[in-house]
């Protein structure tokens, strides 16, 4: 979902990232808004696209610009450099106005599109030390539509690979996903009895121990989310009600996802508070088992500390680290997302309790991490990234803070040392080119000032320390108090 595949299943649930090769465009960013139809003259344009390097894959796409009557002049190929088995495609044609869209309209259908109207100089001219990553909030529907497992596709031995009609209701699941723009609001699912059936046992169940086995935090929101967005043994709560209370109450919002993403599309959502939630619902016959996230897993695991500010904020602060990381540092970041976010736990009032979404959505789990039989060690990074994630069974280890504010504070610092969360081009932190400015160290400061960007919800700015070729402005959140 390839390099380290991590599916985040353990019994009952699983997370909503794998590990995968660096996803890389590196193109110019995409025209969002393509040229309006002005008549028939004919112009020069080209299109950036990728598909599987696979007998016939080509033939296929290439079928279509004659379809379109797409004259093609000039036509290059290379091994993608964001899936290993894929092939990226440069196309420089002449075509109308008319003809080039209807052709990316269809293409769409058959190839990921990378970029159009995409000048012919580009492709030898990118740099290749820094990853692509979107630019604005918009760019998300890039990554988003990203699936790398599942989906539609269910592996022999899933629980409903042999169900017909489960399959043919995931599809449905699949475009609904797909569809989905930027700024649409979520479309309201009609679920099945059997679907909320499932759902109420899942719920039902874990609300039995979560007064003993969860955050303070995660039991303050729960009861919120019952009064605001119907969460109720018998109701499955829609997307668009969770993302319009957790924008007032933490800034972040959801949007559909298919399936499996890759760790760099999956946390450059969190980098603009986005988080990608699946709507589907796990088969009914296992109703305490998933191999992939579900919506039960979403909405119960993740939801209620995302609307917790200081949860919302640590998870931005991973996010923004990924931005333009390189494939060991995302792989990393991933990591401790997976043992702090997904599995992590907490001391309050002398007791553990959990506030990984992993946990929060497995009974089994839940009940095993804070037992005697599970081994229990001090989150730090340095560590934690390193420790292998496993997939079918329960964790060998769990990392726990002495608080749930430690996780937020204190460990900023050992996170920049091993996921390189300062990555900019200062004289105290001579990393990679710059690409985001996040946790600075104590002792350091810059004269630059912060501008609010209301678009992407983020801190944009033009430092000078931050200037590079591939952008001009990057993005700022969060630095340490002493950094002004």
Not at 229 to 253: A, H, K, M, W
Not at 462 to 473: D, S
Request: with cysteine; proline share 6%; glycine share 4%.
């Amino acid at each position: 979902s390839c390099s380290l595949l991590v599916m985040f299943a353990s019994k009952f649930c699983c997370g909503s990232v794998v590990f995968l090769q660096s996803r890389r465009p590196s193109f110019c960013p995409i025209n969002e808004k393509p040229d309006k139809e002005s008549g028939e003259e004919a112009g020069q344009t080209a299109v950036v696209f990728s598909l599987k390097n696979e007998v016939g894959c080509l033939v296929k796409a290439l079928r279509l610009f004659q379809e379109k009557r797409v004259n093609l002049n000039h036509i290059e190929s290379r091994i993608s450099k964001r899936v290993s088995n894929e092939v990226e495609i440069f196309a420089d044609c002449s075509c109308s106005k008319k003809e080039f869209n209807e052709l990316l309209q269809h293409l769409r259908d058959h190839v990921n599109i990378i970029s159009f109207n995409t000048p012919a100089h580009v492709w030898s001219a990118e740099a290749d030390d820094v990853p692509w990553f979107p630019m604005k909030i918009s760019e998300l529907d890039q990554c988003s539509h990203r699936v790398l497992m599942y989906g539609s596709e269910l592996d022999a031995d899933h629980p409903g690979f042999k169900d017909n009609v489960y399959r043919q209701r995931r599809k449905y699941f699949v475009e609904v996903a797909m569809n989905y723009k930027f700024g649409q609001p979520i479309p309201r699912i009609e679920y099945t009895p059997e679907e909320v059936r499932t759902w109420g046992v899942v719920f039902r169940e874990l609300t039995k121990l979560y007064p003993t086995h969860a955050c303070r935090e995660y039991l303050k929101n729960l009861p919120l989310l019952t009064k605001h967005c119907g969460y109720r043994e018998d109701n499955i709560p829609q997307l668009e009600d969770v993302s319009l209370f957790l924008r007032e109450r933490s800034g972040f919002t959801v949007r559909p996802v298919a399936g499996y993403l890759s760790p760099r599309d999956f946390l450059a959502g969190l980098a603009y508070r986005v988080f990608n939630c699946t709507q589907y619902v796990r088969h009914s016959t296992d109703p305490l088992y998933t191999p992939e996230p579900d919506t039960c897993h979403e909405l119960l695991g993740h939801v209620p500390l995302l609307a917790d500010p200081k949860f919302a904020q640590f998870s931005q602060e991973i996010g923004l680290a990924s931005l333009g990381a390189s494939d060991e540092d995302v792989q990393k970041l991933a990591t401790c997302y997976f043992f702090t976010i997904e599995f992590g736990l907490c001391k309050q009032d002398g007791q553990l309790r959990a506030y990984g979404a992993g946990l929060l959505s497995s009974i089994g789990e839940l009940r095993h991490a804070l037992s005697d039989q599970a081994c229990v060690k001090m989150f730090d990074p340095r560590t934690t990234c390193s420790q292998e994630c496993l997939i079918t069974t329960f964790q060998e280890v769990y990392f726990v803070s002495e608080s749930f504010e430690e996780r937020d504070t204190s460990h900023a610092p050992h996170l920049c040392s091993v996921t390189h969360l300062l990555t900019h081009t200062c004289p105290v932190v001579p990393h990679t080119p710059a690409h985001t400015h996040l946790y600075c160290a104590p002792t350091h400061t810059c004269s630059h000032t912060p501008v609010l960007c209301s678009h992407t919800h983020l801190l944009t700015h033009t430092c000078p320390v931050l200037r590079h070729t591939h952008t001009p402005a990057h993005t700022h959140l969060s630095c340490a108090p002493t950094h002004t």
